[in-house]
């Protein structure tokens, strides 16, 4: 399973860290991906990190000012979120992605309950 | 940018009945397109992947198929746990999700 903390009430401009710890399933062998969701709205791809960390990839709403990181010896993922605005409000879900699939990005099979941020003045 | 549309928006129906659900990708995604169930304060949960291939744990209810710009998810008999939004989402590119359809109670 995966399970996200470090969500909470931040001004614009603030920064925030997100993580997500993972259990069950061996960390180190799977491409882990954030993806958000805006009160009552869709699902948004924000990053995600290859197994190695060879690979970083960034949805153009977030490049340059959000850094996804891992570590695997503690099982963990972090996002660090800086310059945040209020349109990054959002439930924030950590996943890991499907295994053999061919295209350029995942499908995801197994998601974190999610940690909501919020910014606001 | 490839831009995922799915219809209806809303669709009520009885429990029992067959449920359609249609996806459309901007341009060709190949068979890169997957579907997820998600009920209210929960997680997303993935029903189909691959367009066609159930996850682990779906039931056979559920059907997906389609490839290049058009998809359908078929619920074939709607069970009271099925009420819920469904997003299709491709992964040909960087990933990106259609705006959803909920099935809700006729």
């Known amino acids: 399973q995966l399970v996200e903390s470090g969500g909470g009430l931040v001004k614009p401009g603030e920064s925030l860290r997100l993580s997500c710890a993972a259990s069950g399933f061996i960390f180190s062998d799977y491409t882990i991906n954030w993806v958000r969701q805006a009160p009552g709205r869709g699902l948004e791809w924000v990053a995600s990190?290859?197994?190695?960390?060879?690979?970083?990839y960034y949805a153009d709403s977030v490049e340059g000012r959000f850094t996804i990181s891992r570590d695997n010896p503690r099982n963990s993922l972090s996002l660090l979120m800086n310059s945040l605005r209020a349109e990054d409000t959002a439930v924030y879900y950590c996943a890991r992605v499907v295994e053999g699939t061919t295209g350029v990005g995942d499908a995801f099979d197994i998601w974190g309950q999610g940690t909501m941020v919020t910014v606001s003045s | 940018e490839i831009v995922m549309t799915q219809s209806p928006a809303t669709l009520s129906v009885s429990p029992g009945e067959r449920a359609t659900l249609s996806c459309g990708a901007s341009?060709?995604?190949?068979?890169?397109l997957a579907w997820y169930q998600q009920k209210p304060g929960q997680s997303p949960r993935l029903l189909i992947y691959?367009?066609?291939t159930r996850a682990t744990g779906v039931p056979d209810r559920f059907s997906g198929s389609g490839s290049g710009t058009e998809f359908t998810l078929t619920i074939s008999s709607l069970q009271s746990e099925d009420f819920a939004v469904y997003y299709c989402?491709?992964?040909?590119?960087?990933?990106?999700f259609g705006p959803g359809t909920k099935v809700d109670v006729k």
């Open positions: 989402q491709q992964y040909h590119d960087w990933p990106r």
């Open positions: 341009q060709s995604v190949s068979r890169n």
């Open positions: 990190i290859s197994s190695d960390s060879g690979y970083i």
């Open positions: 691959d367009a066609s």
